[in-house]
């Protein structure tokens, strides 16, 4: 009953004709779905993000749209599948020539056009070209490193040794982030930096957060915060170092938690806390095969790079206090791919109709309701092949075969898991429910073909 009166409290309050809400989106790179401690961790501390919970909305089964970065961040962004606007195949690299095209709507266009300031802060990767910046995506400004903090400036040659030994080799050597890289950082269009530090991005992008939310705090703002971090190579300042490489992830995490504190710490102290909503989440799970470089995926299966859960279902929070419901938990199915409508419906914005999307307005959600538009989500692959789908509670996975180079893939593994039952996606039911199979098999290809069919092409340079 007081979560119903709270629904329909937030609904008047939207109507009411007040101010326009800010939105802040903390975006972190490669971290796990148990990397924080309201999400499980044991070994993370991470107190600010832990009272965002208890004061705001976890979000327990919420997907990413890809299990990398680049259609990962275009899915956001967008509202689409990644491979609707033809960025789903892998990530882009220093030599890439296409990126996210200028001509797509993006929640910053969406919002810009609705009268707000827009800034982005940090890690971009949806292309380095002018044409394909944030710039040219519906923000007023940029600060940030364009693409993997893993990639040198200007065709990524020249990179010190990987693994996690090699990351081990760069924590015990601070200073290997101004000698073993040239990771670029940009100022709108332009390269300001290489190598940045990379010790002191994750606090210089809050430090520009700062100053945008404060210089911008008596209209209506959009804040797209996307942390390097905890991507490898893991570096934190100086003064918060903890020289042992094991706990290299662990300091990392906890460093962007007391950065996000300071944030929500100057929302509070502004009163701008009961005007601003607050979602933070990342981009795919962990990177597993970095040992204590990478994180954990707590309950679920693999992480980054496949399809299983471990790889596309993300921690997620949102807060809003005297809007969303605290201390509340949704295990309803959505995810970053809703994000652009919710908050057009958020900031009483209509989207345009020029275009299809499949994010849906899960606005609700947010104010407290269980019910949602998303029945189901297609998983693709790292390079963007079709793998499964999920309806309800049944997720289906067909990964094919690649079989020799001279014969045909073969149709490879067929798996069926019931996540309500089976989380971990230990137990494989395929055979018990050959007919879900099939029809689940012969939805997710139709909505396939749709995308297929009415597929938009990226930014190429000529």
Known sequence: MR???????????????APKPNFIIIFTDDQGYGDLGCFGSKTIKTPNLDRLAKEGRKFTSFMVASPVCSPSRTALLTGCYPKRVSMHKGVLFPGSKHGLHPDEHTIADQLKGAGYATACFGKWHLGHHPETLPTSNGFDTYLGIPYSNDMNHPDNKGKPRGGWAGMDELWKDPESTLTK???PLMEDEKIIEVPVDQRLVTRRYTDKSLEFIKANQDKPFFLYLPHSMPHIPLYVPDDVRDPDPKRAYINVIEHIDTQVGRIVDYLRESKLDQNTYLIFTTDNGPWLPFKHHGGS????????????????????????PGRIPANTTCNTLCGTIDLLPTLAALSGSNLPADRKIDGLDISKLLLGSNETPRQEFLHYSSNGNLEGIRQSDYKLLVKKGRGRKDQPANKGQVMLFNLKEDLGEQNNIASEHPDL?????????ELDAEITKNQRPTWRKE
């Not at 979560?3 to 004709?17: C, D, H, M, P, V």
């Not at 995926?297 to 809003?320: N, Y």
């Open 3 to 17: 979560r119903t009166l709270f629904f329909f409290l937030s609904l008047a309050l939207l109507a009411s004709g």
């Open 181 to 183: 890289w040239k990771t």
């Open 297 to 320: 995926a707590g309950p679920l299966r693999d992480g980054k790079g496949t399809t299983f859960e471990g790889g596309q279902r993300v921690p997620c929070i949102m807060w809003a």
């Open 437 to 445: 199979v099939a029809k689940l098999t012969k939805r997710m290809e």
